[in-house]
């Protein structure tokens, strides 16, 4: 099967590492892809060690030709400006497409979006609450749930022994995210603050960074249990040294870090925001609390700081609920969605 992968975003982050993961699996399933990217991203660097075609476009409105998708069932896109290439594309060179969205936000009013969506073959949400955002505006689309898939990441012993020496007798409780507003990094912040006056054992590691960075700060200036480490692009060592991760999102699509973060065998406690009940099955697979409350969410951390019962059980559960957002099963579900369109070609 010949599919053209299509994401011009300029960083790296879930939705890029998620992209990777797919293409990978397609890859060794025997796959021909050809890739779309912006040339200053990470993501770009990543998919040029890969065995497939990769052409560059900086913006949607550049790099349209057609040999990139001549020989494509398909393309399928992973980000918003991406849409926009494949629907231009399409217009083009007739040929059609497929839009992963993974987050749950309102969809645009735009002439330019509700064309670009409209004149999608079929839409999949990462999540039940991302396909039901997607039918409020475009009823008639046809809108699928398909999960991401967890990466996984190699830890250094040498760098997990430092985080560890660092955090030394401390139940470690680590959030790693873009400091966005909308991350919820401030619920993360508040629970701290009300654990730093019950349970001196308990620190927090922020991962991340972002424009709300010197506003978190600041409101942590009491906080001497809250440690600020910046982007960490190793991010499989702290999975590797930490006690326990949370995900404290006001909105959020799904939550991969979630998944990424159970792969590793660390307990979870999320929000009940957007798709992360999706992935958080509560008291089996982690602990969900209501949306920005602070004092719920320091209560879970509570209990699980003082079980290792609870602890074990939550990893043992969250290890079997992984098995239906694994990348196998997640490639197959796009490979029947792409042959419903490769017989209709």
Same mark, same amino acid.
């Given at each position: 099967?010949?599919?053209c992968?299509v994401n011009?975003?300029?960083?790296f982050?879930?939705?890029e $590492?998620q992209?990777l993961?797919l293409i990978k699996?397609?890859?060794?399933?025997?796959?021909?892809?050809?890739v779309v990217?912006?040339p200053?991203?990470p993501f770009f660097?990543e998919?040029?060690?890969?065995n497939? $075609?990769?052409?560059?476009s900086k913006?949607?409105l550049?790099g349209?030709?057609?040999i990139?998708?001549?020989?494509?069932t398909l393309?399928h896109?992973?980000?918003?400006r991406?849409?926009?290439?494949?629907?231009?594309?399409?217009?083009?060179?007739?040929?059609?497409?497929i839009?992963?969205?993974?987050i749950?936000?309102?969809?645009?009013?735009?002439?330019?979006s509700l064309r670009a969506?409209?004149?999608?073959?079929?839409i999949t949400g990462v999540?039940n609450k991302?396909?039901?955002?997607?039918?409020?505006?475009?009823?008639?689309?046809?809108?699928?749930?398909?999960?991401d898939?967890?990466a996984r990441y190699t830890?250094?012993?040498?760098?997990?022994k430092?985080?560890?020496?660092?955090f030394e007798?401390?139940?470690?409780?680590?959030?790693?995210a873009?400091?966005?507003?909308?991350?919820?990094?401030?619920i993360?912040i508040?629970?701290?603050?009300?654990?730093?006056?019950?349970?001196?054992?308990?620190e927090?590691?922020?991962?991340?960074d972002?424009?709300?960075?010197?506003?978190?700060k600041?409101q942590?200036a009491?906080?001497s249990?809250?440690?600020?480490?910046g982007?960490q692009?190793?991010?499989?060592?702290?999975?590797?040294?930490?006690?326990l991760?949370?995900?404290?999102s006001?909105?959020?699509?799904?939550g991969s870090?979630i998944l990424?973060?159970?792969?590793?065998?660390?307990p979870v406690?999320?929000?009940?925001?957007?798709g992360?009940p999706?992935?958080?099955?509560?008291?089996?697979?982690?602990l969900?609390?209501?949306?920005?409350?602070a004092?719920?969410?320091?209560?879970?951390?509570?209990?699980?700081?003082h079980?290792?019962?609870?602890r074990d $059980?939550?990893?043992?559960?969250?290890?079997?609920h992984?098995n239906?957002?694994e990348?196998e099963t997640?490639?197959?579900?796009y490979?029947?969605?792409?042959?419903?369109?490769?017989k209709?070609?």
């Amino acid at each position: 099967m010949n599919i053209c992968h299509v994401n011009l975003a300029t960083g790296f982050s879930g939705g890029e $590492r998620q992209t990777l993961v797919l293409i990978k699996e397609q890859i060794k399933l025997g796959y021909t892809l050809t890739v779309v990217a912006n040339p200053k991203s990470p993501f770009f660097v990543e998919v040029e060690k890969l065995n497939c $075609r990769v052409f560059p476009s900086k913006h949607f409105l550049l790099g349209h030709r057609s040999i990139i998708t001549k020989d494509c069932t398909l393309m399928h896109v992973h980000e918003g400006r991406a849409i926009y290439w494949a629907y231009i594309q399409k217009l083009l060179f007739k040929k059609p497409y497929i839009i992963t969205r993974r987050i749950d936000n309102p969809l645009k009013k735009k002439a330019l979006s509700l064309r670009a969506y409209e004149a999608a073959s079929a839409i999949t949400g990462v999540s039940n609450k991302v396909v039901e955002v997607v039918k409020r505006r475009h009823p008639k689309a046809h809108a699928v749930f398909i999960p991401d898939s967890p990466a996984r990441y190699t830890s250094d012993p040498i760098e997990v022994k430092k985080i560890r020496e660092q955090f030394e007798g401390k139940f470690l409780v680590i959030k790693a995210a873009k400091m966005y507003k909308h991350k919820g990094f401030d619920i993360a912040i508040e629970a701290a603050t009300l654990l730093n006056n019950i349970n001196k054992n308990i620190e927090f590691a922020l991962l991340g960074d972002g424009p709300e960075f010197e506003a978190l700060k600041a409101q942590a200036a009491g906080a001497s249990n809250v440690y600020f480490m910046g982007n960490q692009k190793e991010v499989g060592n702290w999975f590797e040294a930490a006690d326990l991760l949370i995900h404290t999102s006001h909105t959020e699509g799904m939550g991969s870090v979630i998944l990424e973060a159970m792969a590793a065998g660390l307990p979870v406690v999320g929000s009940k925001a957007g798709g992360i009940p999706d992935v958080i099955t509560h008291d089996e697979s982690g602990l969900l609390f209501e949306i920005a409350d602070a004092k719920e969410l320091s209560a879970h951390i509570q209990s699980i700081y003082h079980s290792k019962e609870l602890r074990d $059980r939550l990893i043992d559960g969250a290890a079997q609920h992984l098995n239906k957002f694994e990348i196998e099963t997640t490639a197959q579900t796009y490979q029947s969605l792409y042959q419903q369109f490769e017989k209709q070609l």
